[in-house]
């Protein structure tokens, strides 16, 4: 099904829409918040609350805004920074180790059963350091281009081609083109 | 910019990441309609990014579905099927049910009818009590007046038959021939009872007003003003004299009195038959 008629069925509160969407989604998001959060079982939470919120805030959701992953996406690392600011969760983490996604793909051994994680995992071992924060903080932080541009210390233009070469390889390590 | 162009600038990695302004954001929107090849390679960079970030996550998701569903109050995903039994069943059932049915309306509707007679019987016997209430109101005060009416009668009475009262009777003058009043003076406490009956109503805008006067030399003295005749009832009227008055006179003034009588609209006069 095209995923524009999904995401409009969705939108429409159509039940085997949103469970198409969440077996796309669910796991990525999950990434994205654990890499936030550092912790398994509080990530699966925030991840179900995103699934929530974005069924009860189906409609301001707009094609014109963006993707239906971005959007989705957006909602996640909110919820996840959410999350780490609550009281009971500085309580229980005190420190977040001030690390990557890439450490967390490397220390991981249990990868699930995705075929591509293993591709990833070498992906990852390869992937210059530049292309590492690149992506951190574009797509697991949500920085704007500017923003990444001020961390990074490089000029907005420089990002963009950056993160285009970056991604680029991704797709060849997954064979996505 | 070729689409070409446009895909190597980095843009549409940066749309999927969301890092875009909105006007940015709906630019791409606008040529990604018209380009399916721009679409194309906006999936691939949403697919790479798809399997990066859930590379990372450490467990499968999916099985959390349920969890989502059931804190949306969503139904299950598989309907259950609900055999239907084509056949018919024994009738005895059906016409039960509808027997059943006829009974429990009539009983229903009876019950409603009772209610609206019991409901509009309440409600006359409401109004009724309401009525007795108003006339036992009515009653009682005119009770209360008569009980009034009776001890100003047992008064005057007692005045009259006092031995010691004083009357003067007031015929009529020129004006009103027919006129009369009687007046009942009581020395001991000093004030006159006047019987002002035979008195005609006095015109809108003037009253009757009584004069004490000494007859040698002829000099009046102003009693004051009969106000209240119109409004009283029995026309019986207590005013204060400590004069040593030899006759009483009515005359008919503007309102709010005189000084002294107008003599041409005397309405009645009467002198005390013995000089005390």
């Known amino acids: 099904m095209q995923l524009d008629l999904l995401v409009s069925r969705f939108q429409e509160r159509d039940e085997k829409a949103f469970e198409t969407l969440y077996d796309m989604y669910s796991n990525s998001m999950h990434g994205v918040i654990y890499n936030i959060v550092r912790d398994c079982d509080i990530a699966e939470e925030v991840m179900q609350d995103v699934f929530i919120k974005a069924w009860h805030n189906a409609d301001s959701y707009s094609a014109k805004k963006g993707r239906f992953f971005t959007w989705l996406i957006n909602i996640a690392r909110n919820a996840a920074i959410d999350k780490t600011r609550s009281k009971a969760f500085k309580n229980s983490k005190k420190n977040l180790q001030a690390e990557f996604f890439v450490d967390i793909l490397e220390n991981q051994d249990n990868l699930n059963s995705q075929t591509d994680a293993i591709g990833i995992q070498k992906f990852v071992k390869k992937l210059a350091k530049k292309c590492i924060e690149v992506i951190e903080l574009l797509y697991f932080k949500g920085y704007t281009q500017k923003e990444a541009s001020e961390t990074l210390d490089m000029p907005v233009g420089t990002i963009k081609t950056r993160n285009r070469n970056c991604i680029k390889e991704l797709r060849t390590m997954l064979d996505v083109n | 910019m070729t689409n070409q162009e446009y895909i190597e600038s980095g843009i549409l990695e940066l749309y999927v990441a969301g890092s875009l302004s ?85 009983g229903l509707i009876w019950l409603f009818n009772q209610k609206t007679t019991l409901e509009s019987e309440i409600q006359t016997v409401e109004t009724e009590l309401n009525q007795q209430l108003i006339e036992n109101q009515l009653l009682e005060e005119q009770i209360s007046k008569a009980q009034v009416s009776l001890e100003e009668a047992q008064k005057l009475l007692s005045v009259l038959r006092d031995k010691d009262m004083i009357t003067v009777p007031l015929a009529g003058q020129a004006v009103y021939p027919e006129a009369y009043a009687m007046v009942y003076w009581d020395k001991k406490t000093n004030n006159i009872y006047l019987d002002a009956q035979g008195l005609p109503e006095p015109p809108r805008g003037k009253v009757y007003q009584v004069w004490s006067l000494t007859l040698n030399p002829l000099t009046p003295t102003n009693l004051g003003t009969i106000d209240s005749f119109t409004t009283d009832e029995n026309k019986i009227f207590t005013i204060s004299n400590a004069n040593a008055s030899e006759a009483f006179g009515i005359t008919l003034e503007p309102a709010g009195g005189s000084a002294s009588p107008t003599l041409e609209q005397l309405y009645a006069l009467g002198a005390l038959q013995s000089a005390p």
């Open chain 2, 22 to 106: 909105e006007a940015e954001n709906e630019a791409v929107y606008n040529r990604l309609l018209e380009n399916p090849d721009l679409l194309s390679e906006v999936l691939n960079i949403e697919a790479s990014v798809i399997k990066l970030t859930a590379a990372v996550s450490p467990r499968d998701s999916k099985y959390l579905f349920p969890a989502v569903k059931q804190a949306l109050g969503l139904h299950n995903a598989e309907p259950k099927v609900i055999p239907i039994d084509r056949k018919p069943r024994n009738n005895w059932y059906t016409y039960t049910g509808w027997a059943a049915s006829v009974l429990l309306a009539g």
